[in-house]
T-cell receptor, first 112, second 113 residues
């Protein structure tokens, strides 16, 4: 079945370091791909999305590119801030369905 | 525009008690979902609805029931709570357009003793 695999955390970085959080997926057809962020005590918020192969989603300095050939959607940011500390979820919505499938989440901690 | 709201924010139950979690959205979305979030498990879909009066089972439906009598509300019921249902519950909604994202509520933290 469809699934999402993302790197386990926690990931601890110093401020201004480069961030990569890996996400790979298994799905038939052309799913839509999403990254969500969850701050402590809050619900998930959409960070960025991509809906077709080679699309790049971007928001708040974060980027991810939909790679059909490697079935990946890795999240990157060039210079992280303390305020980026949160849990990040990769998710997909299989084409033609109402459901969303989430990865297990990766906790990011950024130190000043 | 409040988005997605959930009631209550926190609740403690004893084993065997019942309760209903309420989710409301004011975005006129067709689809609504209930998830539970447990450490190391990500989000798991409990039940979902694709429109008023319709519901369907998700990945982990046992021990839960749902109703969608009005388009804006999606209720999650626990008839006889068990300690295994201790979790954080999130409601979400989305429009019925392809490639659209979900909008999440702030969550309900439930502790079953």
């Amino acid at each position: 079945g469809d699934s999402v695999t993302q790197m386990e955390g926690p990931v601890t970085l110093s401020e201004e370091a480069f961030l990569t959080i890996n996400c790979t997926y298994t799905a038939t057809g052309y799913p839509s791909l999403f990254w969500y962020v969850q701050y402590p005590g809050e619900g998930l918020q959409l960070l960025l999305k991509a809906t077709k192969a080679d699309d790049k989603g971007s928001n708040k300095g974060f980027e991810a590119t939909y790679r059909k050939e490697t079935t990946s959607f890795h999240l990157e940011k060039g210079s992280v801030q303390v305020s980026d500390s949160a849990v990040y979820f990769c998710a997909l919505r299989p084409s033609g369905t109402y459901k969303y499938i989430f990865g297990t989440g990766t906790r990011l901690k950024v130190l000043a | 525009n409040a988005g997605v709201t959930q009631t209550p924010k926190f609740r403690v139950l004893k084993t065997g008690q019942s309760m209903t979690l309420l989710c409301a959205q004011d975005m006129n979305h067709e689809y609504m979902y209930w998830y539970r979030q447990d450490p190391g498990m990500g989000l798991r879909l409990i039940h979902y609805s694709v429109g008023e009066g319709t519901t369907a089972k998700g990945e982990v439906p046992d021990g839960y029931n749902v109703s969608r009598l009005k388009k804006q509300n999606f209720l999650l019921g626990l008839e006889s709570a068990a300690p295994s249902q201790t979790s954080v519950y999130f409601c979400a909604s989305s429009p019925d357009r392809v490639q659209e994202t979900q909008y999440f509520g702030p969550g309900t933290r439930l502790l079953v003793l």
